[in-house]
Nanobody, 125 residues
Framework: QVNLVVSGGGSVQPGGSLRLSCAAS????????IGWFRQAPGKEQEGISC????????YYGDSVKGRFTISRSHAQNTVYLQLNSLKLEDTAEYFC??????????????????WGQGTQVTVSS
């Protein structure tokens, strides 16, 4: 079983940047898609970005489009999420997860598969 380990969260001011990493214990190629979702206290999970592993096609939620960038490194077995122009409302715990037999269109609709520990992103002035 391939596990995904998230790192890179932290506290930043509005307008700041962070890069989150999602490292696979095996190969990212074992997944059909890997994505990121977040959950803020009292709110539902929100799919924010996803990448289809074989094609590299990327998806973004409307709330992060133009500010966040997802990328993958097969050599490093890692998927990254670059967070730029952070806003107060981006404060949440961020999770990554991988899925098999389904792709980002399903992932972004809320089928996030199974996930482990997340990383906290706090945007405050």
């Amino acid at each position: 079983q391939v596990n995904l380990v998230v790192s890179g969260g932290g506290s930043v001011q509005p307008g700041g940047s962070l890069r989150l990493s999602c490292a696979a214990s095996g190969s990212t190629l074992d997944y059909d898609a890997i994505g990121w979702f977040r959950q803020a206290p009292g709110k539902e999970q929100e799919g924010i970005s996803c990448i289809n592993i074989s094609s590299g096609v990327t998806y973004y939620g409307d709330s992060v489009k133009g500010r966040f960038t997802i990328s993958r490194s097969h050599a490093q077995n890692t998927v990254y999420l670059q967070l730029n122009s952070l806003k107060l409302e981006d404060t949440a715990e961020y999770f990554c997860s991988g899925v098999w037999g389904k792709y980002c269109s399903v992932y972004m609709a809320g089928d996030f598969g199974s996930w482990g520990q997340g990383t906290q992103v706090t945007v405050s002035s």
